[in-house]
């Protein structure tokens, strides 16, 4: 059975994490390409790093956290 994931809600949650001040990655361009098109209308400075397996958003200015102070995307489950 296959699992269908809207790619519009995902880039959502991905874009959540921004706001929020954590980094985000992107597996694919589609998604990459939503994320972009919505940053264009905020106020947020982002680095974009693309790469052969992957866009990532990393937001400036903002201080570094650790892994366990970032929370999950809206569309996986916590950690356990």
Do not use: N
């Not at 597996?27 to 790093?49: N, R």
């Not at 992957?54 to 950690?79: A, N, V, Y």
């Amino acid at each position: 059975m296959a699992l269908i994931i809207s790619r519009k809600k995902l880039a959502r949650a991905k874009l959540e994490k921004l706001k929020r001040g954590y980094s985000a990655f992107a597996e694919t361009e589609e998604v990459a390409e939503l994320i972009e098109k919505e940053l264009d209308g905020l106020d947020l400075q982002v680095h974009i790093d693309r790469t052969s397996v992957g866009t990532w958003f990393i937001p400036k200015g903002r201080d570094m956290i650790t892994p366990s102070q970032c929370p999950p995307d809206s569309m996986e489950e916590p950690l356990q």
